[in-house]
């Protein structure tokens, strides 16, 4: 076996991909397609709805494409391992996710025009069915302002972390981790948006008439939410998308598909794993949801993670992991024989 292996060709060594992602001729591809349609989708509902669009801050949106599309020129057929092909990977991740968060900002807001009922009177039922004292978790949250400050900056890092995340993993030529946290991200939302537009919820704050008790900037998403849901607004800013999700809460499934995408790292998993933990528990108080919206973004988390594996079996990372030893992570590879490294080396996933 050794011996037929060592004088075949490797590059003609059949690799077995078993996914329908994987199965496809040209699998990079498939994310702009499915960014496409979205994109479709936007554009078909926005027309439906007589929603408009607008940037008031076109030229900083244009310049960030330009930059990153920069960094992706920088990469084009750069060699395997060297920097411009990090700086390529990194503009090219960049570009996919933000074309991701905006396509699916433009539905957040679109599924209010639904029009559904708010469905917080029930998720307050079930907080109080589960024995959350939520009233006197905020109070006590609001009498320790230490405390709250902790909590608020921890639910702010979440866009940052984002970003952070997606440096290490292109730097680190992390190329079948990229993709699983893509995928995950993009499945979650396919069921918290359609979730978030069928049962759409203000929030815990404005149930429990808290709304005067938390900072301005915290509220600047609810003119927005109460404009869509009843029809007065009309128009999106593609630069200033605001969060109007509740439920299930966005937050809790991306602190965990975030750590998740981490957990190879043997110095970063544990800091984001802390840092995940505690923005979880500061999303009620400081992000004004429901203990439900927590427990249900969670829920969406793990089955976005397994769905994401399940497209993406039978791939296989490649090239350099990382730039620096401190956040190189645990690879069984290392020890692998040395026709499996070459199998590895020359297996190009998308």
Same mark, same amino acid.
């Not at 920069?70 to 060297?82: E, F, K, T, Y």
């Given at each position: 076996m050794v011996?037929?292996?060592?004088?075949?060709? $490797?590059?003609?060594?059949?690799?077995?991909?078993?996914?329908?992602?994987?199965?496809r001729?040209?699998?990079?591809?498939?994310?702009?397609i499915v960014l496409g349609l979205v994109a479709v989708l936007d554009a078909v509902w926005l027309t439906c709805a007589g929603v408009g669009l607008t940037a008031t801050q076109l030229p900083s949106l244009l310049l960030r494409v330009a930059l990153l599309? &920069?960094?992706?020129?920088? &990469?084009?057929? @750069?060699?395997?391992?060297?920097?411009?092909?990090?700086?390529?990977?990194? &503009?090219?991740?960049?570009l996919r996710f933000l074309a991701l968060t905006t396509s699916a900002g433009i539905l957040s807001y679109l599924v209010l025009t639904l029009h559904r009922p708010l469905i917080d009177p029930l998720l307050a039922q079930a907080d109080a069915a589960l024995g959350v004292p939520y009233m006197a978790w905020f109070v006590w949250v609001e009498a320790h302002p230490q405390v709250a400050e902790i909590l608020t900056s921890a639910y702010l890092t979440t866009w940052l972390q984002l970003v952070v995340c997606l440096? $290490?993993? @292109?730097? &680190?030529?992390?190329r079948a981790r990229l993709q699983e946290l893509f995928w995950a991200i993009a499945l979650a939302l396919g069921v918290i948006l359609p979730l978030s537009g069928a049962f759409p919820a203000q929030s815990?704050?404005?149930?429990?008439?808290?709304? @005067?008790?938390?900072?301005?900037? !915290?509220?600047?998403?609810?003119?927005?939410?109460h404009g869509f849901q009843t029809g007065i607004l009309r128009t999106i800013d593609l630069t200033s998308i605001e969060g109007l999700i509740t439920f299930p809460s966005?937050?809790?499934?991306?602190?965990?598909?975030?750590? !998740?995408?981490?957990?190879?790292?043997?110095? $970063?998993?544990?800091?984001?794993?802390?840092l995940n933990a505690l923005m979880i528990v500061s999303v009620p108080t400081q992000g004004g949801h429901y203990v439900v919206d927590v427990l249900a973004g969670a829920v969406v988390a793990g089955l976005a993670l397994w769905g994401a594996q399940w497209l993406l079996q039978g791939e296989t990372a490649v090239g350099p992991r990382t730039?620096?030893?401190?956040?190189?992570?645990?690879?069984?590879?290392a020890t692998a024989s040395p026709q499996a490294r070459m199998v590895s080396d020359r297996t190009v996933s998308p």
């Open positions: 011996s037929s292996l060592s004088h075949q060709p $490797v590059m003609d060594r059949p690799v077995p991909l078993a996914s329908p992602v994987a199965r001729r040209h699998p990079a591809l498939v994310p702009w599309g &920069g960094l992706l020129v920088l &990469g084009w057929a @750069a060699p395997a391992g060297s920097w411009r092909a990090r700086l390529g990977l990194l &503009g090219e991740t960049l440096v $290490v993993l @292109a730097l &680190g030529q992390q815990a704050w404005v149930t429990y008439g808290l709304t @005067a008790r938390v900072p301005p900037w !915290a509220m600047q998403w609810y003119p927005l939410f966005f937050h809790t499934t991306m602190g965990i598909l975030l750590t !998740a995408s981490l957990r190879p790292y043997r110095l $970063v998993f544990p800091l984001a794993l802390a730039w620096r030893r401190r956040f190189r992570p645990d690879k069984a590879s």
